[in-house]
């Protein structure tokens, strides 16, 4: 199974906080409007900041605000980051492990254009639009799959 790692999934609610307030916001401060744990958070906002996702700004008004629009940031940029590069396998071209069978596999190499269309998906969504309000399924008539069969 593909899955976000924990941390990337907490990174795009910090975001999302972040640009609610459009200002400067404390770690302990995001901690409370979002229900994380401030450890967590910290955490987060380092990665963040690693990978010029948010500014830090020292000082009695001190703390993170974001570096782009959330329209401007997409989950690629996230994931890359708090987890570093994405690599599907141990296969893939630039992985940090190295395959043990990679010189008698009939499969290396296969995984590259894998890798390379999930980057490029992950690429197109901003955290802007993870972070918008949805619409209640009903307002979206042109959707009928987000409509409950009670409806």
Same mark, same amino acid.
């Given at each position: 199974?593909?899955?976000?790692?924990? $941390?990337?999934?907490? +990174?795009?609610?910090? $975001?999302? %906080?972040?640009?609610?307030? !459009?200002?400067? %916001? =404390?770690?302990? /401060?995001? +901690?409370?409007?979002?229900? $994380?744990?401030?450890? =967590?958070?910290?955490?987060?906002l380092k990665g963040l900041a690693? !990978? /010029?996702?948010?500014?830090? %700004?020292?000082?009695?008004?001190?703390?993170?605000?974001?570096?782009?629009?959330?329209?401007?940031?997409?989950?690629?940029?996230?994931?890359?980051?708090? &987890? /570093?590069?994405?690599?599907?396998?141990?296969?893939?071209? !630039?992985?940090?492990?190295? *395959?043990?069978? #990679? &010189?008698?596999?009939? *499969?290396?190499?296969?995984? &590259?254009?894998? @890798?390379?269309?999930?980057? #490029? +998906?992950? !690429?197109?969504?901003?955290? +802007?639009?993870?972070?918008?309000?949805?619409?209640?399924?009903?307002? @979206?008539?042109?959707?009928?799959? $987000?409509?409950?069969?009670?409806?």
């Amino acid at each position: 199974m593909l899955r976000l790692s924990k $941390l990337a999934d907490y +990174a795009v609610v910090v $975001l999302a %906080q972040l640009s609610c307030e !459009g200002s400067v %916001q =404390t770690s302990p /401060g995001i +901690a409370a409007a979002t229900g $994380l744990p401030e450890p =967590t958070v910290a955490k987060v906002l380092k990665g963040l900041a690693g !990978g /010029g996702l948010v500014a830090s %700004q020292r000082g009695a008004r001190g703390g993170y605000r974001l570096a782009r629009p959330l329209s401007a940031m997409h989950v690629a940029d996230v994931v890359a980051a708090i &987890d /570093g590069p994405v690599h599907l396998t141990a296969c893939v071209d !630039g992985a940090r492990d190295r *395959c043990q069978a #990679q &010189d008698s596999c009939s *499969c290396s190499g296969g995984w &590259d254009r894998v @890798n390379e269309v999930v980057i #490029q +998906a992950l !690429g197109t969504i901003s955290i +802007a639009d993870i972070a918008a309000p949805r619409a209640s399924p009903s307002a @979206n008539p042109a959707r009928p799959e $987000l409509i409950s069969p009670a409806e």
